[in-house]
């Protein structure tokens, strides 16, 4: 049995690349009307030929399977802007297939010629009939190599099983999850300290004289329910409010007793 084209296939994280003219991490995608369409991701490359066949894109969630993939043939880098431009727009793209990386990884060739020719009736239907076998990428006008690319790119040491694709996804959405969790946790926390702050305010503000100094004065009696405690002259605010919290929890204890 022939092993399939898809073995060949590896993935180039962006930032993986060694370029001092473009910093191709995090490049903007956009389409052709200039929207944005994401965030470069990586490549898909032939680990036998080290030619690029497409970008991989971070839709940012917009897209069926937030990333797809997009025939290189199509895009070409504007450094100045740090933008990779594609003549494809949005609405197109939307029609594209999804791309599961684990999936991908693992096609035989009859599935790679349908992913293919779907994607070819989207973004260039005029060749969409050239599409009749798996590996057509030195020969189809939508996988022609740009100028900006280097074969040495696609080095072993640099380019990993698609399925890292996947588990970038894992670890992103693994890592949202985890920050949802802190920040309701956090949230919670708050609305605990709140409470008590409020409960304590309004404990506090039971327990202080209503004369303006905040003062009990003579004769004020405190606490009738422990059968009358006089404030003494001499006392603080202070004094006087502890006195009569000390009394209130007497009553408590006995209540309890």
Not at 28 to 35: E, I, K, L, T, Y
Not at 91 to 119: G, I, V
Request: hydrophobic share 30%; net charge negative; charged share 40%.
């Amino acid at each position: 049995m022939a092993t399939p084209y898809s073995s060949r296939l590896r993935y180039l994280d962006a930032d993986d690349i060694d370029n001092s003219a473009i910093d191709f991490d995090g490049l903007d995608v956009r389409g052709a009307d200039d929207q944005k369409l994401g965030d470069l991701d990586g490549f898909i490359v032939d680990s036998s030929s080290g030619r690029v066949n497409y970008a991989v894109v971070d839709s940012g969630g917009w897209f069926t399977s937030r990333r797809f993939l997009l025939p290189i043939g199509h895009a070409r880098i504007e450094a100045d802007r740090r933008a990779m431009i594609v003549d494809v727009t949005k609405d197109a793209l939307k029609r594209y297939p999804e791309f599961d990386a684990d999936r991908f990884r693992a096609f035989t060739d009859d599935e790679m010629r349908a992913f293919e020719q779907r994607m070819s009736v989207v973004c260039c239907p005029e060749d969409s009939e050239s599409v009749q076998g798996a590996v057509q990428y030195d020969t189809l006008r939508h996988y022609s190599q740009p100028d900006w690319w280097k074969r040495d790119y696609a080095r072993s040491d640099r380019a990993h099983d698609v399925a890292r694709v996947a588990d970038r996804d894992i670890r992103v959405r693994r890592t949202s999850e985890a920050r949802s969790d802190r920040s309701s946790a956090a949230e919670r926390a708050r609305e605990h300290h709140d409470r008590e702050h409020v409960m304590a305010r309004d404990r506090d503000a039971d327990d202080v004289s209503p004369y303006s100094d905040g003062r009990a004065q003579p004769g004020d009696v405190l606490g009738l329910e422990t059968g009358g405690e006089r404030s003494h002259l001499g006392e603080d605010a202070e004094d006087e409010n502890k006195r009569r919290r000390d009394a209130e929890r007497a009553v408590e204890k006995v209540d309890r007793d």
